[in-house]
């Protein structure tokens, strides 16, 4: 920073302090993000050590069926006698997984496509109007259908859960890129002689960036709940591993005599969804200002 | 206004085509031979030349397309491989219990969800709008199957107040098919009402900004009049919109929602189509629930103009 930048800043009215991330202040300032950020930590951090914990998720002991929560099985045991707690920790991995993985592609997929229709007038129209017909048929009758003529797998999965998203993130993009667009400073880039991808790449695309993290978490709640959810109709993850989803699905015969099987991957699925949601409410607050506002 | 309804209604036009093409091509997306994965592991030569032959895949993408779609055009959405009846007909047996459970979930999620945004607008801040809100954003994070097995534990299993499952038809009088769907529409509207209430929130406190509801309060009219009439009214058209755009999460919560209470609709029939891999079936529920979905926002659309004076086209 130079000299007289320095003397500007000093002369306007000083900068509110910003709280130290980790610190008291930062907590009580952003009490979403933080409670988002910790309980979406716990269970990244279980997903990722569920191999060394004890407690085995497929092995099924039917002298053990359907026990009640216990000394040991803290969590109970499923009908073929399983480990419910094993299997709602391993649980959280598919649906991390598959959450972290339609967040990402569908973003970089839905960004191309939304600045090439925001960018390349005579690409707008026709890429709209295909968006428009996604976003017309119901996302988890798209997936299932999807599925329905593949085997399943995850891969497939993911796949079916993120292409009903990315005309979602397509929009967003497209609106950012044309409120920027007619900006002074990308009309003063043209007028300079830049490049169509250069002014794409360095004087657009950095203003998709924030919005575009919010959306990410967003997307990233709503495909663990699509995942779940196709896993629960039985067009989802595969029986051999053990999702949220599938094990409610498995356990629907028995929520009178053994409602833990049904309530503990359930819990652990709205508790991540909350977490992801939180997430992105904290980030939309510090990120787009514009938007926190408003909601 | 005439020129701008006949336009707005030829522009879903090409929306639909487009659906169309794409529920149509998904049958020839599948890697491998779409008949033999339908006709499934057990079947023998003979079945999957069957299936090969009712659904055409032995005669070119196109020709078959323009087939189909004139069908479609036509009202015949094409023959169950199992039943071997008409999907059009399987649709319509199915039917009611979905609209029902739609129209209560719409009903009570609007009547529920939009005074509860505007109470929290007009408390901004305070401990009810913090309330509200936290409701919306756990509403938001909770399955629908999830809801709807606590709720069906609580109610029916635990008070045995509802029924657990099942559905009555409305011939059977409105008290029992209410009944049966209390508990149904409650775990549907859970994130509906979560997405009215937050819109209208947002949309209410933008407008009681407004000088003209500063006016309103300076000249002493009351605060319901106020938050209702003036405030409301113009608050209206993005609660409208997202009124429109959440169906689709009505749509597909109805789906998981006849699963969990074991109601015999249209969503029940796709997922049993979804097991035997009866694909005109499932082309067939995907092409109406879309059409819903395009028609109730078009109307959502429209209704601007009767929102909003001040909307012309």
Known sequence: ?295 | MFGYVVRRIAATIPVMALVALFVFSLLYIAPGDPAAVIAGDQATPADVERIRQSLGLDRPFLIRFGEWSWHIVHGDLGTSIFTNLPVTTMIAQRIEPTLSLMAITLVFAVLIAVPAGVLASWKAGSLIDRAIMGFAVVGFSMPVFVVGYLLAYCFALQLAWLPVQGYTPLSAGVQPWFKNLILPATALGCVYIALIARTTRAAMLEVLQQDYIRAARAKGMGEAAILFIHALKNASVPVATVIGIGVALLIGGVVITETVYNIPGVGRLVVDAISKRDYPIIQGVILVFSAVYVIINLLVDLSYTLIDPRIRY
């Open chain 1, 1 to 295: 920073m130079t000299e007289a930048s320095a003397f500007v800043e000093r002369e306007i009215a000083p900068p509110p302090a910003r709280a130290r991330l980790g610190s008291w202040r930062y907590v009580k300032r952003h009490p979403s993000l933080v409670a988002g950020a910790v309980i979406l930590g716990c269970f990244a951090t279980l997903a990722l050590i569920a191999p060394w914990l004890p407690g085995d998720p497929l092995t099924m002991t039917p002298s053990n069926r359907l026990l009640a929560p216990g000394r040991d099985f803290p969590f109970g045991t499923d009908a073929l006698g399983r480990d419910v707690l094993a299997r709602t920790i391993h649980g959280a991995r598919v649906s991390l997984a598959v959450g972290f993985i339609v967040a990402g592609a569908s973003v970089l997929i839905g960004l191309a496509i939304g600045l090439l229709a925001g960018a390349i007038r005579r690409a707008d129209a026709p890429l709209m109007r295909l968006m428009d017909a996604l976003m017309a048929i119901p996302a988890i009758l798209l997936a299932i259908a999807l599925i329905s003529l593949t085997r399943a797998s995850v891969t497939t999965v993911i796949i079916a859960i993120t292409v009903p998203e990315i005309p979602r993130v397509v929009r967003l993009v497209r609106s950012v890129v044309l409120t920027v667009r007619e900006q002074p400073y990308v009309e003063a880039a043209i007028a300079g002689g830049a490049r169509l991808p250069k002014i794409i790449l360095r004087h657009i695309l950095p203003s998709t960036i924030p919005p575009l993290i919010v959306q990410a978490t967003y997307i990233c709640a709503s495909a663990i709940l699509t995942e779940a959810t196709l896993s629960f109709l039985g067009a989802g993850s595969p029986p051999e591993i053990p999702s949220w989803g599938n094990m409610i699905a498995a356990s629907r015969l028995y929520l009178a005599r053994a409602p833990w099987t049904i309530f503990y991957p359930g819990i652990a699925l709205a508790l991540v969804v909350l977490a992801v949601n939180l997430l992105g409410d904290g980030l939309r607050d510090r990120l787009d200002p514009r938007l926190a506002r408003r909601m």
